[in-house]
């Protein structure tokens, strides 16, 4: 059963119990007061004849049994409402002796049951419905004991009690209907604010983890409601948490995934490089070391991206480093790569120092370097620049010559798995993750990144931070790579 009928049924059960209870009682109370009045005067108009008979008898003393109950005949007493009270005299075995008018009920049936000198009552039900309340009492004389007899109809009463019965089941009818008119209205406003939390229950069990219900009042439901928002709200910021956290897991596969092609293809060059010719010992060690450490760097970059995308880590501690060293070593590893694709890398850079942590930076660099490689398809020549700002930044510059990026394109290159040219990121092996990384790994060293472009012409992308100085024992130097 619903709660709204389990609420509507207890109401009308409650309150038609409770009338029904205290309805019976109060007429019952009624009844047995104007009972006990009815005794009362049964009794007064017994002591009236008993006075009457005492005044016979103080007159002449001697009367015998016989005599009295002769004389007795002719006591008449009236009570206020205009009735003549008969009353009998009987002896110990309920033989009536005499009196005044004809009692209906016999002398026996209480006579017999009285107490030695103690008067008492009984009701009699007579065959044609009428009730009467008999009393007795002893007269004690020189040859024994007579009991004065009288009787009081109470038939109406029991008739007013009937009447009083039949007129409050009526009521209780009418009023078992206005209560339940009032409880349908109450059990509805009562459930409604359940059927609020069972309609949202049911929508948060759909996926909508953003529903709330109102809360009106403070009673134990409004109480429930605020409970059940809290939860909802707890519940919605743990699922948005594993959805953070499983976003970040797939970033981290999606840009580890990307990351490892560049070290890999410089590898690999370097590895067939040494593999289908002859080469020098210099050679030999240079492509050896470069193929040691892009695979250190490998190691080093895939923990570096866990703590970075899936743990959301924000302190890497950033060091000094020569620049022109640095784009060096980064210009080396991406040769294999650009060789193979017919573009010649030009480098130029000063000598400065910059404050990075160099295995992010360097996929910044390379993403770059990768980005333009791919965007020059016919070769040509990229131009990879560093150096400082009078303002004391670190300024990493990368120019191609490729197909450039269409203005309304410009604000959204950085955004996860934006790709311009679709069909041919695709076709590169591209996600859509490259600058997105680039742009976190950038506004980790607290800086931005810049990117101006020219369909047709080419695209220059200018990666800017603080902490580069010059460096005291150099005024600078320029290189190129001719890959």
Request: proline letters at 4%; one cysteine or more.
């Amino acid at each position: 059963m619903k709660l709204f009928w389990k609420l509507f049924c207890s109401m009308v059960l409650i309150t038609a119990l409770a009338c029904s209870a205290g309805g019976y009682a109060l007429i019952h109370a009624q009844f047995r007061a104007s009972l006990d009045r009815e005794v009362a005067a049964l009794y007064e108009e017994n002591d009236l004849l008993r006075f009457a008979l005492a005044q016979e008898l103080a007159f002449n003393p001697l009367y015998s049994r016989e005599e009295l109950a002769k004389a007795a005949g002719g006591i008449s007493i009236t009570t206020g409402q205009g009735r003549t009270v008969s009353f009998r005299l009987s002896d110990e075995a309920g033989t009536a002796l005499g009196g005044s008018g004809a009692l209906p009920v016999e002398a026996a049936g209480l006579t017999s049951q009285l107490p030695a000198g103690q008067r008492g009552w009984v009701m009699n039900a007579l065959a044609d419905g009428r009730i009467y309340l008999h009393a007795a009492s002893p007269l004690a004389l020189e040859d024994g004991i007579l009991y004065l007899e009288n009787c009081r109809e109470v038939g109406e009463l029991f008739q007013s009690r009937s009447e009083q019965y039949r007129s409050f089941f009526s009521l209780m009818l009418v009023l078992t209907g206005a209560v339940g008119g009032l409880s349908l209205a109450v059990a509805a406003m009562l459930a409604r604010p359940l059927a609020r939390l069972s309609a949202a229950a049911r929508r948060m069990a759909e996926g909508e983890l953003s529903q709330r219900v109102r809360v009106d009042g403070d009673d134990e439901i409004a109480q429930l409601s605020a409970d059940f928002n809290v939860m909802a709200h707890r519940i919605q910021r743990q699922v948005a948490e594993l959805k953070a956290a499983q976003r970040r897991q797939e970033d981290f596969i999606g840009s580890f995934a990307h990351e490892i092609k560049t070290p890999l293809t410089s590898i690999i060059g370097y590895a067939d490089l040494l593999r289908s010719r002859p080469a020098t010992e210099e050679q030999v060690r240079e492509s050896a070391g470069y193929i040691f450490g892009e695979g250190r760097r490998l190691e080093a970059l895939s923990r570096k991206l866990l703590d970075l995308i899936v743990l959301g880590r924000q302190d890497f501690p950033l060091r000094p480093v020569p620049l022109d060293a640095f784009l060096r070593r980064v210009a080396g590893a991406m040769e294999p790569p650009l060789r193979q694709a017919g573009i010649r890398l030009t480098l130029q850079s000063q000598a400065v120092t910059a404050r990075m942590e160099p295995d992010l930076m360097e996929t910044v660099c390379m993403n770059l370097l990768d980005n333009a490689r791919k965007a020059m398809e016919d070769g040509g020549e990229i131009l990879l620049e560093g150096f400082a700002l009078k303002d004391g930044s670190c300024c990493v510059q990368v120019t191609d010559q490729g197909k450039g990026i269409p203005a309304e394109e410009l604000e959204r290159v950085t955004e996860a798995f934006y790709m311009v040219d679709k069909s041919r990121a695709r076709a590169q092996g591209g996600a859509g993750l490259g600058l997105a990384l680039c742009r976190r790994i950038v506004e980790l060293h607290g800086g931005e990144l810049e990117i101006e472009s020219e369909p047709g012409r080419g695209t220059r992308v200018r990666v800017l931070w603080k902490g580069g100085e010059e460096l005291p024992c150099e005024t600078g130097k320029t290189g190129s790579s001719p890959s």
